[in-house]
């Protein structure tokens, strides 16, 4: 089992003062569903609570719900629609998605140190046969990282959006984010527009933060998704510029970014989790980001903007300097 653990967050409570909980979410290929739900029960021994051809939930004790399902809404909506009594055309169906769509575990939140009891199930799944993002060319399967907010302020939420937008270049390049899932829409950057938007930016209001990021981000489709959380905010109005049911209103960060590596011996967890603590430090260290907002505006060049290139060597520096690495 993996000696590994999460690097706690330099924030550590929540907006109600409770520990910060996080959820992950692991896309992956090689098992079917019911050996995905085997793998989990073996490890993670809870009971079955519902079960149809495209989901299953486990409700583990002292943890919550992990749901197991094919990642296919039409496939889940028509075995939900027959419940229990599910046709063999369905079941059929959910047979052959399993060849052809990812199995997605959805963990509840859980704390950094109930979040160890996932190292020994990633490393049942890969033993197992789980396979991840390398697993073919076509493969876009990725790691979701849902960290609670620190706060519902609107001013605390706009210091995330700064961090993220100028560590964003720097990320992708640190996750090693597989070609196939640079190529795909669903974890497109922020615009560079935005991000010189953000930089000017001291104090605003909730409703000025969610109307910017609607203008330049109207989809889930980003690394950092903000629109469940902008939804739990404001839900008409998210839902208003966004007609997407898998919005799911929540005060959480929706980090898209990471790939799932489960083939991997040496890979686990902890490996996105420490590149989602570096935004978490930043947007917590106000003098540290002052710095870099201005370094930013400082770079911007005639008609070509800042050099990605630059800017991604000279944060890796930075960072290094400080032992956020």
């Known amino acids: 089992m993996s000696k590994a653990s999460f690097k706690a967050l330099t924030e550590p409570l929540?907006?109600?003062?409770?520990?910060r909980k996080v959820g992950f979410e692991l896309e992956f290929s090689g098992l079917t569903l019911e050996q995905t739900v085997d793998v989990l029960q073996q490890e993670l021994p809870g009971?079955?609570?519902?079960?149809?051809?495209?989901?299953q939930k486990i409700e583990v004790n002292g943890l919550g719900s992990f749901n197991v399902e094919i990642d296919?809404?039409?496939?889940?909506?028509?075995?939900?629609a027959e419940g229990g009594d599910e046709s063999a055309w369905v079941r059929e169906l959910g047979s052959l998605a399993e060849n052809l769509v990812p199995i997605e575990i959805v963990c509840p939140p859980l704390s950094l140190k109930q979040c160890e009891q996932l190292l020994?199930?990633?490393?049942a799944l890969r033993k197992a046969?789980?396979?991840?993002?390398?697993?073919?060319w076509i493969a876009a399967y990725g790691v979701h990282i849902n960290p609670e907010v620190p706060s519902l302020d609107a001013n605390v939420l706009l210091r995330y959006l700064q961090a993220f937008s100028?560590?964003?270049?720097w990320l992708v390049e640190a996750h090693r984010v597989d070609t196939t899932r640079k190529l795909s829409p669903y974890i497109d950057k922020y615009p560079e527009a935005y991000?010189?938007?953000?930089v000017t930016q001291h104090e605003v209001t909730q409703e000025q933060l969610i109307d910017d990021y609607l203008k330049h981000n109207a989809t889930r489709n980003r690394a950092l998704d903000?629109?469940?959380?902008?939804?739990?905010l404001d839900e008409e109005k998210v839902m208003a510029a966004v007609d997407d049911n898998k919005i799911n209103a929540r005060p959480t960060f929706h980090y898209r970014l990471p790939n799932c590596q489960l083939e991997h011996p040496d890979w686990q967890l902890t490996e996105p989790w420490k590149m989602w603590w570096v935004v978490d430090a930043l947007a917590d260290d106000q003098q540290a980001l002052d710095y870099w907002k201005q370094a930013f505006k400082d770079a911007e060049r005639p008609l070509m903007g800042v050099s990605e290139k630059d800017w991604k060597k000279r944060l890796e520096q930075w960072l290094q300097d400080r032992e956020w690495l």
């Open 226 to 232: 903000m629109l469940p959380l902008f939804a739990f």
């Open 47 to 55: 009971e079955l609570v519902s079960v149809s051809k495209a989901e």
């Open 166 to 169: 100028l560590l964003q270049w």
């Open 129 to 136: 046969g789980a396979k991840g993002t390398d697993e073919s």
């Open 14 to 19: 929540n907006y109600e003062g409770e520990d």
């Open 120 to 123: 020994p199930l990633t490393e």
């Open 195 to 198: 991000t010189r938007l953000l």
């Open 72 to 80: 296919w809404d039409y496939l889940k909506r028509k075995a939900k």
